[in-house]
């Protein structure tokens, strides 16, 4: 027995199709264990955002979401951050109260592991909040003259580094360094 091979894993196929109402052309966010799908729906003429576990087909409304998008979850998996403007949000994915992080969000949330939400503001630039709310802190400026707006913010493993995207004179992937703010550009 020890040196028969072990039985060959099965393959599992599964399609990720937009469900009825899912709003296919904007951003979703998936669990760090790949379990679950958190997007944007849009019914009766209204937009929240739903949760699909990936063991079942149907999805649920995550009550507090109304007008939200540019979902974030938790590395834990049990709340989402969403931006519904000029507010950023968190709440948990299966209910409860639903509290204000920061003002002035625009779009793109990344929620990191070093316990901080990601979000470019109203003015384009890169903030970061305490995940339990607090004091929002910008961490880019547009100081630059060839800087336009900067979004999708992402840290790097070992959380010092993070990477984002310049919408600038030319368009850009910059890096930026937490601890000591220097930054590089690292391709166009």
């Known amino acids: ?18 469900v009825p109402g899912q709003i296919a052309d904007y951003d979703f966010a998936i ?8 997007f944007e729906r849009r019914e009766e003429g209204s937009t929240h955002l739903a949760l699909r576990r990936l063991d079942n087909l149907d999805a649920t409304t995550i009550p507090g979401t109304e007008e939200g998008f540019s ?4 590395p834990e998996g049990t709340e989402v951050a969403f931006v519904a403007q000029p ?4 709440t948990p994915l299966l209910g409860g109260v639903t509290r204000t992080v920061a003002d002035s969000a625009f779009c793109c949330t990344r929620w990191g592991d070093d ?6 503001d109203l003015r384009r630039v890169i903030k970061r909040v305490p995940a339990a709310g607090g004091t929002a802190e910008a961490i880019t400026s547009r100081a630059e003259q060839d800087d336009g707006p900067h979004a999708d913010f992402e840290i790097v493993p070992g959380g010092d580094v ?3 995207t310049v919408w600038g004179n030319p368009n850009r992937v910059d890096a930026l360094r937490l601890s000591t703010g220097e930054r590089r550009t690292v391709t166009p």
């Open 162 to 164: 993070g990477v984002f």
């Open 1 to 18: 027995t020890l040196l028969r091979p072990e039985p060959a894993v099965p393959v599992e196929r599964f399609s990720l199709l937009p």
């Open 71 to 74: 979902p974030a979850l938790s």
């Open 31 to 38: 669990s760090d264990d790949g379990a679950s799908l958190v």
């Open 87 to 90: 507010v950023l949000k968190v």
């Open 115 to 120: 316990g901080y939400i990601y979000f470019s």
